[in-house]
């Protein structure tokens, strides 16, 4: 299993400190210092886990041209029409998937296709879980 490239920063981050600590308990004898070490690694063990990549079928395999896979892990929120004001005019089927925090954080390409335009929407920080959060979030 792969980690994502943007992860490595917050994985390495703490770990860094950790292992000064851990070396650091070993010159001295301290267990102080090893203790002070056991937060850092969790964190670093926890920033492992939300930025995994693991391989998919979709990773290795070529889908069917008209499959639709599921871009996310997670649980599908909405799955349909589009809710007024989230998708851009036009005629489009929306899937809005909610990603807890132990869920794979990659995003994958759903179906085959071309990007022809990509937009920033400011907006708040509402919980995503929360229905309203696709018309008001920043996106």
Known sequence: MRIDRAGWPFL????VPA????????????????????????LSAYMALFFRDPD???DVEPADPDEVL????GVVMV????QEGVAPPGEWQQVSVF????????NRSPYRGEVVESSYRPGSF?????????????R
Not at 19 to 42: E, Q
Not at 79 to 82: D, I, K, S, V
Request: with cysteine; proline share 7%; aromatic share 4%.
């Open 99 to 106: 990603l807890s925090v132990v869920d794979v954080h990659v």
């Open 56 to 58: 998919r079928r979709c």
């Open 12 to 15: 390495t981050g703490p770990l």
């Open 79 to 82: 799955a349909g029409e589009p």
């Open 19 to 42: 292992a000064g600590l851990l070396a650091l308990s070993r010159v001295t004898g301290r267990r102080g210092a090893r203790a002070a070490a056991w937060p850092l690694l969790g």
């Open 70 to 73: 599921s871009p996310a892990d």
């Open 126 to 138: 509402l919980a995503a879980y929360r229905r309203d959060s696709a018309h008001r979030n920043e």
